[in-house]
């Protein structure tokens, strides 16, 4: 049974860092492409980042220059370091495969971040 567990999420001021992190169980993490999803109020979810087995990244425009994915796939973690954080980036963000078909049931609970004055 895969299971995916996100953390790190909290409330930042505008320019602030956060670093997110996912873990993964009941999976071979390194054989799929992963990504960083968010979901802000009354929007649908949309693919934040994602990164292949041997690396390779990919980042929605609106995040380009400030997100970096990474993977530590001995530890089956996913990672979402944020940098200069935006207001616009405020979201649940979630971790899954991409594209999540197949691995719709697997969403976790996500984790909140709010970037506020």
């Known amino acids: 049974q895969v299971q995916l567990v996100e953390s790190g999420g909290g409330l930042v001021q505008p320019g602030g860092s956060l670093r997110l992190s996912c873990a993964a169980s009941g999976v071979i993490f390194s054989i799929f492409v992963m990504g960083w999803y968010r979901q802000a109020p009354g929007k649908q979810r949309e693919l934040v980042a994602s990164?292949?087995?041997?690396?390779?990244?990919n980042y929605a425009d609106f995040v380009k220059g400030r997100f970096t994915i990474s993977t530590d796939n001995a530890k089956k973690t996913l990672y979402l370091q944020m940098n200069s954080l935006k207001p616009e980036d405020t979201a649940v963000y979630y971790c899954?495969?991409?594209?999540?078909?197949?691995?719709?049931?697997?969403w976790g609970q996500g984790t909140q971040v709010t970037v506020s004055s």
């Open positions: 899954n495969k991409f594209p999540s078909t197949g691995w719709d049931n697997y």
């Open positions: 990164i292949t087995g041997g690396g390779s990244t």
